[in-house]
């Protein structure tokens, strides 16, 4: 005889009660430590809540599962976002640094550099008042140039400085909209700090070659002016190109 009685399954026993929030959530994280661990905490918060309705057998579980994994990619690209605003305050912030290191570097050069004007009248040979006439106009060029780095450098030091410095306090206080309409209202500030940078520059280097002249003498002090006038042609046409592809791939591709 074949037994025809019909055998209800037994129910299945789960040693943790999925009763709770609370409880669901340590088991899940529990059972699910080692994916836990290979996602972020953010994504982990997000995606915790449609996993334990999944296991509890909630009837959207599937829908709720993939709203926390959308949730957690959303959340990813924003802390991708702020990570890409850092590097950019990071980058503003390196127009700073340089432009004081080449503020340092005028003042040791105007420091070290004769600065003597001489008096024409007291020299008799043409020759020696010619040669101190070159010198007394290469002097005055030379103050020009390193006061014009200075004070072009203090510009470009501190207004980025400011920048970087409110830009992230912006950031550390979460707010995002205030962050991107400063940035937006400097931009004049910036293009104005850039031209300055690039005025310290170039200044810095006519100031090096005005040095270079003063100190040496005879034909000496003109060799090596002449070739560092044509190290600062070179150097600045490289420069320049630079920011011609910079400006073209970089800023003009909107």
Known sequence: AIDRRVHKPSKVMVPISLATTSDSAALFAGAGSAVVKGTSAAAAALVLPAAVAALRGGGGGAAALAAGTAAATETAAKAFDLTRARIRLEGLSAYGVTTALL????LRIFSTTPKKMQ??????????????????????AFSALVTVTILSGMYTTITFSLLALYSKTALGMAIDEKYLEFFRMTEPIRQIGFDTYLISLLCFKGSFICSLFL????????????????????????????????????????
């Open 103 to 106: 503020m340092n570097a005028a």
């Open 119 to 140: 008096d024409l009248s007291e020299i008799k040979d043409e020759d020696a008042k010619k040669v101190a006439k070159i010198e007394n106009y290469v002097t005055i």
């Open 215 to 254: 100190t040496f003498k005879g034909r000496l002090r003109y060799w090596l002016s002449g070739a560092g006038s044509l190290f600062l042609l070179y150097s600045w046409y490289n420069i320049n190109t630079i920011m011609k592809f910079a400006s073209t791939l970089l800023f003009g591709a909107k």
